[in-house]
């Protein structure tokens, strides 16, 4: 199975700021992607990372507050753009093969903006 | 969208219970996974089983597609077993997006 890799772990931020996270995995994938996990709550997907290409973006998302690179099979980054406190979350990144093949998860990045 | 709503939403046992998590969707799926999250944040994957049974220690799960559902059971609970459990799907439907429940927050009392 699939390693992935992220950083930091965790970052407090001065509001207005940005900051970008990066994942690595360990072995090439097929899908890779970006949730939030605001505190107390579920897991929600932000964007599906496409190689070589622009991001896949859920509703409620948007390019300009989350841009994502993905410039080969194994890495992504996530920015956080302009914080404000709304913006404190765990971000994760998701990686996986094939749709019959499990979804893994980094241990996340625990954000948090003062 | 697919929903997917889990129950109950929050357990507390005494350590050595045993308990069954519920996963409810609302469209046919080609994934299925369930998830541990421990208090330190960390997503433990626990089983992928679109469907069938699998067993992992104290831990099973069963899925049976065709009524949408899926149940993980944890039997001798222990503190280490505390934190939400997250069951999540894709639909057969194309989108290729792992979907997310809401959850059951387990909490074993020593």
């Known amino acids: 199975s699939a390693v992935i890799s992220q950083k930091p772990s965790r970052d407090i931020c001065q509001r207005g700021t940005s900051l970008t996270i990066q994942c690595q995995v360990d072995?090439?994938?097929?899908?890779m992607f970006w949730y939030r996990q605001q505190p107390g709550q579920s897991l929600t997907l932000i964007a599906t990372a496409n190689q070589g290409s622009e991001a896949t973006y859920e509703s409620g998302f948007v390019i300009d507050k989350f841009p994502i690179s993905r410039p080969n099979l194994t890495f992504s980054t996530l920015t956080v753009s302009n914080m404000s406190p709304e913006d404190s979350s765990i971000y994760l990144c998701?990686?996986?093969?094939?749709?019959?093949?499990?979804?893994?998860f980094g241990d996340g990045t625990r954000l948090s903006i003062l | 969208g697919i929903q997917v709503e889990q129950s109950p939403p929050d357990l507390i046992l005494q350590e050595g219970a045993n308990s069954t998590l519920r996963c409810n969707f609302s469209d046919s799926v080609n994934n299925l996974q369930w998830f541990h999250q421990n208090p330190w944040g960390q997503l433990i994957n626990l089983f992928y089983?679109?469907?069938g049974t699998k067993q992992n220690g104290r831990l099973s799960a069963t899925t049976v597609a065709t009524e949408r559902y899926s149940l993980l059971y944890i039997s001798s609970s222990q503190t280490t077993d505390s934190g939400v459990y997250f069951c999540a799907v894709m639909s057969n439907f194309g989108n290729e997006k792992l979907t997310f429940g809401t959850g059951t927050r387990l909490t074993i009392i020593p």
């Open positions: 072995s090439q994938v097929t899908m």
């Open positions: 089983i679109p469907s």
């Open positions: 998701s990686a996986r093969g094939d749709s019959n093949q499990p979804q893994h």
